[in-house]
């Protein structure tokens, strides 16, 4: 297939590369100065996207999507897929996916997860909204940036599915982050802890594949100084997201508000900016903290 990408960052980058290496003929732009194996750059947005038959975006938010938008979808050919791969707002989304489908084109949301690791190793999964046509034709490029595609339903759907799971494990890490540190408090020893709640019913994907404290459980980044990994500064983006979209639906959501302010205030009053997600277990080890 004859692919555009654009936005070409830590997650963008890779995926492109693996475009490339599976035999596409990729043309690549991004903001910034960058190359990628494999990938022609091209001077604008608007050149990436004309002539392809599938343009994904990988971009920081959903004004910065929107504004993308409106350059390449009046160059796009009629039938092409717009592919989103960003994490947006799930109203960012349903516009684009509505002024795609009115220039003939077939939209998609399709955010991911597995970080720049799921990226670099072709082991992403992805979220899809869209139509199934639309979802049909990139199939196969799902299969070489990642390891598994769900299609969640029409546009918006699968910034709704990234979402809902991201608030999960927002509060799931605080939660086992508070549990450790009063289990310290309580004299508990944290192995004898891990043991217990990995195998009983306060087991989660924070407590049993990325647990927040350092020499237990599998390697996660608090063997490694708490380096990310998956940064506090982009689950807060994402508590965020979720904390907008339960408004416009008015959904209560309190602990995924919680979790927002947490987040908050860990990254920008306190030491979590640029951290990983999982060292809120060092914040909860001091006392004091609300
Ligand atoms: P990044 O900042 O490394 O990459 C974004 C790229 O977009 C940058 O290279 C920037 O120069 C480029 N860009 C910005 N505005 C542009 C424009 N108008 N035209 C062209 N290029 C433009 O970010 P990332 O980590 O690659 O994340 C990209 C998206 O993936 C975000 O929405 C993020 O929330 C999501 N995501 C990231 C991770 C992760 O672990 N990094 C995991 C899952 C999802």
Same mark, same amino acid.
């Given at each position: ?25 990729? =043309? ?21 996207? =004309? ?32 592919? $989103? ?90 939660? =086992? ?83 927002? $302010? ?29």
């Amino acid at each position: 297939m004859k692919i555009g990408f654009i936005g070409l960052g830590n997650m963008g980058g890779p995926m492109a590369a693996n475009l490339a290496k599976a035999g596409h003929e990729v =043309t690549g732009f991004d903001m910034a100065d960058v190359s990628i194996d494999g990938v022609t750059m091209a001077a604008s947005a608007e050149e990436t996207a =004309t002539g392809r038959d599938v343009v994904i975006t990988m971009l920081p938010n959903g004004q910065i999507l929107r504004a993308v938008a409106d350059q390449v979808i009046p160059v796009m050919q009629r039938g092409a897929v717009l592919l $989103d791969c960003s994490t947006v707002d799930v109203e960012s989304a349903r516009a684009v996916a509505t002024q795609g489908q009115t220039a003939d084109l077939l939209a998609l949301d399709a955010p991911v997860s597995g970080g720049v690791g799921g990226a670099q190793g072709g082991t992403l999964t992805f979220m899809v909204g869209g139509d199934e046509a639309g979802f049909n034709i990139a199939k196969e490029l799902f299969d070489i940036m990642g390891q598994k595609a769900v299609h969640c339903g029409p546009s918006g759907n699968g910034q709704a599915a990234k979402i809902c799971n991201n608030m999960i494990l927002g509060a799931t890490m605080i939660v =086992t982050c508070e549990a450790f540190a009063l289990a310290d408090k309580l004299g508990l020893d944290r192995q004898a802890m891990f043991d217990v709640v990995s195998t009983s019913s306060g087991y989660s994907w924070s407590m049993n594949a990325y647990c927040p404290a350092p020499g237990i459980g599998p390697q996660s980044p608090a063997d490694n100084g708490y380096q990310p990994g998956f940064a506090a500064d982009l689950m807060l983006k994402d508590l965020r997201l979720a904390q907008q979209a339960a408004e416009a639906a008015d959904a209560d959501t309190p602990l995924g508000q919680a979790a927002r $302010d947490l987040y908050a205030q860990f990254v920008e009053d306190e030491d979590g900016a640029g951290r990983d997600f999982s060292a809120m277990l060092p914040r909860f080890e001091a006392r004091g903290h609300s």
